[in-house]
Nanobody, 126 residues
């Protein structure tokens, strides 16, 4: 059974930074792709960034490009989301997810991800 545990959320002022972590356990993840999603109140869950375990191929959504960076530590089975220059509109619950279907590239579709963490709240005050 795959387990994903997020941490690192919290309250930060606009312009500040946070680093989210997602610790993965229960499988060998070398063939997986990992994604970060977020869901603001009253909105759909949306893709933010993703990266493959195998070759590190990564994509970041335009809405956060230049501010958010995704990275991984294979030895620790941990994926990170570094968030800089945070804005109030970044306020959401952030979820880590694992896609076991295709490991060579990242998919944006929420339905492609079959394992999810419990989420961590990020609140950005103005």
């Amino acid at each position: 059974q795959v387990q994903l545990v997020e941490s690192g959320g919290g309250l930060v002022q606009a312009g500040g930074s946070l680093r989210l972590s997602c610790a993965a356990s229960g499988r060998t993840f070398s063939s997986y792709a990992m994604g970060w999603f977020r869901q603001a109140p009253g909105k759909e869950r949306e893709f933010v960034a993703g990266q493959t375990w195998s070759n590190g191929s990564a994509i970041v959504e335009d809405s956060v490009k230049g501010r958010f960076t995704i990275s991984r530590d294979n030895a620790k089975n941990t994926v990170y989301l570094q968030m800089n220059s945070l804005k109030p509109e970044d306020t959401a619950v952030y979820y880590c997810a694992a896609d076991s279907g295709v490991g060579r590239f990242v998919r944006r579709s929420r339905s492609s991800y079959n394992f999810w963490g419990q989420g961590t709240q990020v609140t950005v005050s103005s």
